[in-house]
């Protein structure tokens, strides 16, 4: 319990921006606020905002219809699943697993995904992590929201190298859409949606 006590107590005189030390090194504290003041400081910065309520609305239970495109211009390759969502952490973290038969350049494959999606109010970034059946890594990416939209970009490494993703989340009647756009060699450069992924109850 002491232990859990005195590393509290640091966790706290750090987010203050400072380190707590004995009285005898630094008597006046410096000015650092007190126990009950960083005690408010922490509450207030781990409280969940209207970022986080943005995020609830994408909870429940989906049926899903994804659309990569693997030539511009091309027919979509189309696929069918199902997402599990819920908040965790007081509602501080949207928690998301995918399951789907993909149709991918004529070959079916049994996809699964993981992922985890918060909004860090010290940051004031929406941070995503994402895991999948197509790879063994994990995509990291951050964004904002403006106009009631969320996008987040990240790089996303594989065998056919490496190319920058930026996802948008756009919320309409009866659920939300999860667009791609990529760019790299792939798309000699050039910023190309790739797919969408529509999310309906």
Same mark, same amino acid.
């Given at each position: 319990m002491k232990r859990i006590v005195t590393v509290a107590a640091a966790s706290l005189a750090l +987010? %203050? !921006?400072?380190?707590?030390?004995? &009285?005898? %090194?630094?008597p006046d504290n410096a000015g650092?606020?007190? +126990?009950?003041? +960083? #005690?408010? #400081? #922490?509450?207030?910065a781990a409280a969940p905002d209207e970022h986080h %309520? #943005? /995020? &609830?609305?994408? %909870? @429940?239970?989906?049926?899903?219809?994804?659309k990569f495109w693997m030539e511009p211009g091309g027919e979509p390759e189309v696929s069918q @699943?199902?997402?599990e969502s819920r908040m965790t952490l007081g509602g501080r973290q949207l928690v998301s697993r995918v399951k789907m038969q993909m149709e991918l350049a004529g070959e079916q494959?049994?996809?699964? @995904?993981? =992922?985890?999606?918060? *909004?860090?109010?010290?940051?004031?970034?929406?941070?995503?992590?994402?895991a999948d059946t197509m790879g063994s =890594?994990?995509?990291?990416?951050?964004?904002?929201?403006?106009? !009631? /939209?969320?996008?987040?970009?990240?790089?996303s490494h594989t065998f056919m190298g490496d190319s920058t993703v930026k996802n948008i989340y756009k919320f309409v009647d009866g659920g939300f859409d999860l667009e791609f756009w990529e760019s790299g060699e792939?798309? @000699?450069?050039q910023v190309v949606k790739t797919g969408v992924? &529509? *999310?309906?109850k």
């Open positions: +987010m %203050a !921006g400072g380190w707590m030390t004995s &009285e005898s %090194a630094q650092m606020p007190d +126990m009950s003041q +960083m #005690m408010e #400081m #922490m509450k207030k %309520a #943005m /995020l &609830e609305k994408m %909870a @429940g239970e989906w049926n899903i219809t994804a @699943g199902t997402c494959i049994d996809f699964h @995904g993981f =992922g985890m999606m918060g *909004y860090d109010k010290i940051t004031k970034q929406f941070q995503s992590v994402w =890594g994990q995509m990291v990416q951050t964004g904002t929201m403006e106009d !009631g /939209l969320i996008t987040v970009t990240g790089v792939m798309t @000699g450069g992924i &529509e *999310y309906r």
